[in-house]
């Protein structure tokens, strides 16, 4: 992974330059600038009106401070962050992180990646991301419906249904939606609940929308498969992390006949051979993270094989890896091992869980493919703005519509991203293929609404 184009070079280190100590935002630009080297070759247009240094700036970058009270009532401050990244093809749409290492690099990164996942879908939806270095572990109801309300109180003036709808992300499930969402209702005084998705289906949510983000990763795994002329079904899995995205992961693949044998949390992970495949042990991972936020309790639980402070990569007997978690999970270290393995199959899913050197290492390696999280992830997004859809017709969609639609959102995503690879001479680079396929449709816009 490399940037040879000199004006793509010239943006990049004035972006480094510009943004010291971000790290991630730094990673997350080079990623993308790596694979658009032939695009910028065969379209110097692109340079004359500085295309990729608009698009590498925020079109706002809103920083807020956050006060709340304890129930021991004690006083608390933390930042809050919301970055509108792009808005050239929709109004901004994006979740918000609470988790006590969110800092300005993690949001800018997270909001440019969000900006071409968004046009992979092929919505009409622009790329934004939020959050806080609030850290909900430990915190009762009452204090993280105080810290919610503060939140949005700070929030609330620069979002809305055709300006920025945020969604969730680490840290806000539902619960916190929904103390989010009651706070902007009491401060604007209408029933604009399009302003955020991810809500509780009694007022406005979709159906299906906590298992999208891991159902649309194995549709897009199956296409992959396909591609392939592979199957799921046997498949074994490897997943990390046990929230709402390898959950839906777990279910999706047991309906599909294959299984997820191993699960990691932050005390280490769980290899389970028969894998975690019934509605016993689907139900329990739901109660692991609400609890316990530690994953030995499963294995405690169902008699499995615990490993502390470890990571499942490179066990035996996996065909997939689908990282999961959080981002730099996966370094070089850890790509090796998986390699060694002998898995076939790896799936970004969490947003940029890899290193750029242990990206760079796998896309190398003949005997893997590699798929990247901007395209495999989308369904998340994708029916956050099915949810959108939903609220805007007051309309309630059955859970086979959102699935279907979800599928065929995915099957595009993957046709879109192969052809784009294809028509720059990549062959399968599913990876360069997704930044082509979303940089395209978001350049298009922006050269189209011209300067600004």
């Known amino acids: 992974m490399e940037i040879t184009n000199p004006y793509l070079k010239r943006v990049y280190e004035k972006t480094v330059a510009s943004n010291p100590q971000q790290p991630e935002f730094h990673q997350a630009v080079f990623e993308v600038f790596s694979s658009l080297d032939p695009v910028f070759n065969r379209h110097p247009e692109y340079e004359a009106i500085d ?11 809103i920083t807020f401070r956050v006060c709340w009270q304890d129930d021991r009532g004690g006083w608390h401050t933390n930042k809050g962050w919301r970055c509108q990244f792009n808005g050239a093809i929709g109004p901004f749409k994006g979740g918000l992180r609470f988790q006590k290492n969110v800092c300005d690099s993690v949001i800018k990164f997270l909001g440019f990646e969000q900006t071409f996942k968004n046009s992979l879908t092929g919505l009409p939806i622009g790329g934004a991301k939020g959050g806080s270095d609030f850290d909900p572990e430990g915190k009762s109801d009452a204090e993280i419906q105080r810290f919610c309300q503060s939140f949005m109180t700070a929030l609330y003036r620069f979002i809305g249904p055709d300006v920025d709808v945020p969604a969730g992300d680490i840290g806000v499930g539902g619960r916190e939606i929904g103390f989010l969402y009651g706070q902007y209702r009491r401060l604007k005084g209408a029933w604009e609940n399009g302003v955020l998705t991810g809500k509780g289906l009694s007022y406005g949510g979709s159906l299906i929308r906590p298992e999208a983000t891991g159902y ?32 839906g992961i777990m279910k999706k693949a047991a309906q599909l006949g294959a299984k997820v044998t191993y699960m990691s949390g932050r005390d280490g992970y769980v290899y389970d051979p028969d894998g975690i495949n019934t509605e016993e042990k689907l139900n329990y991972v739901l109660e692991l993270r609400e609890k316990h936020l530690h994953c030995k309790p499963y294995a405690e639980k169902f008699g499995c094989k615990f490993v502390p402070n470890a990571k499942p990569w490179g066990e035996p007997g996996v065909d997939i890896c689908m990282p999961s978690a959080t981002q730099n999970e996966v370094d070089l270290e850890c790509a090796t091992k998986i390699v060694n393995s002998g898995v076939k199959y790896y799936m970004e899913v969490a947003n940029m869980p890899t290193t750029n050197e242990a990206l760079a290492y796998l896309r190398a390696e003949k005997s893997i493919i590699v798929a990247p999280s901007k395209a495999v992830n989308a369904g998340g997004v994708g029916v956050s703005a099915l949810e959108m859809a939903q609220n805007s017709e007051r309309l309630v969609w059955t859970e086979e519509e959102v699935d279907a639609q979800l599928k065929k959102m995915m099957i595009n995503i993957h046709k879109v991203s192969a052809e784009a690879a294809e028509e720059y001479g990549l062959g399968y680079d599913l990876v360069a293929g997704a930044n082509i396929a979303g940089f395209k449709k978001v350049a298009e816009a922006m050269t189209e609404q011209g300067c600004f």
């Open 51 to 61: 295309l990729m240094g608009r698009m590498v700036e925020p079109e706002r970058m």
């Open 216 to 247: 649309g990763a194995v549709y897009y795994l199956c296409e992959v498969l396909k591609h392939e002329n592979d199957t799921i079904a046997g498949k074994n899995i490897a997943v990390s992390g046990y929230g709402n995205v390898s959950w």
